[in-house]
């Protein structure tokens, strides 16, 4: 009963590398979301995505790319990383019919 | 765009005190969810309102939704330490009601 798990939990990595943080769903949720977490801004979505090979910009898209090939995996990748992009990310995903969102144990990045 | 504002930002209480904290958005929201993150845990969902006026209890928790749907608060009788975390309330984005949109949260820290 793994749910939802995010993979790395913890990477560190430099300015200008490309990381690419994994997302997985094992319920078929037909929604997936990537948000980021900073102290005094809450949560803030950065994509979304309503089904395989359909995805929006949220909030706070700019130096991200996500993907969906498959209904279970919704990767976030940061193309070019900054100290800006320094935080906690969290994947979340939910049901079709319900708006209710099951976050995963998130991943904690330090872009040094 | 939409904003969801939270008060207070940080909330210390006295184990066996009551704590408040209250939801504010800048439009009518059709519905509103919280959320209870723990410390360095991830957001788990606590309960959706949807009517308008809704009052919801669970054990110890009070949620309020406003008659004017813009509001929302959350009251804790006889806070415990397993209470202690960071409390979100979200409101949809958008009319698909999939996309919500986080308040900044309420960290409540229940001291023995």
């Known amino acids: 009963d793994a749910g939802i798990t995010q993979s790395p939990r913890y990477k560190i990595t430099e300015t200008g590398r490309q990381v690419t943080l994994m997302c997985h769903q094992t319920w078929s949720h037909s929604y997936m979301f990537w948000y980021r977490q900073d102290l005094g801004h809450g949560l803030r979505l950065i994509y979304y995505s309503a089904a395989a090979d359909i995805t929006d910009k949220g909030e706070v898209p700019d130096g991200y790319v996500v993907s969906r090939s498959k209904t279970e995996n919704f990767p976030l990748t940061l193309e070019s990383a900054t100290r800006s992009q320094t935080s906690v990310y969290f994947c979340a995903s939910g049901g079709q019919w319900e708006s209710i969102q099951y976050f995963g144990a998130g991943t904690r990045l330090s872009v040094l | 765009g939409q904003q969801v504002m939270q008060i207070p930002q940080y909330q210390h209480v006295q184990e066996g005190e009551d704590f408040t904290t209250y939801c504010n958005s800048s439009t009518t929201l059709s519905n509103i969810q919280w959320y209870k993150q723990r410390p360095g845990g991830h957001p788990v969902f606590l309960i959706q309102l949807v009517k308008s006026g809704e009052v919801k209890k669970q054990k110890r928790l009070t949620f309020q939704f406003g008659e004017a749907k813009k509001n929302s608060s959350l009251h804790i009788t006889a806070t415990q330490t397993t209470d202690v975390g960071t409390y979100f309330c979200?409101?949809?984005?958008?009319?698909?009601?999939?996309?919500?949109?986080f308040g900044p949260g309420t960290r409540l820290s229940v001291l023995p």
């Open positions: 979200a409101g949809p984005s958008d009319n698909y009601g999939q996309n919500f949109v």
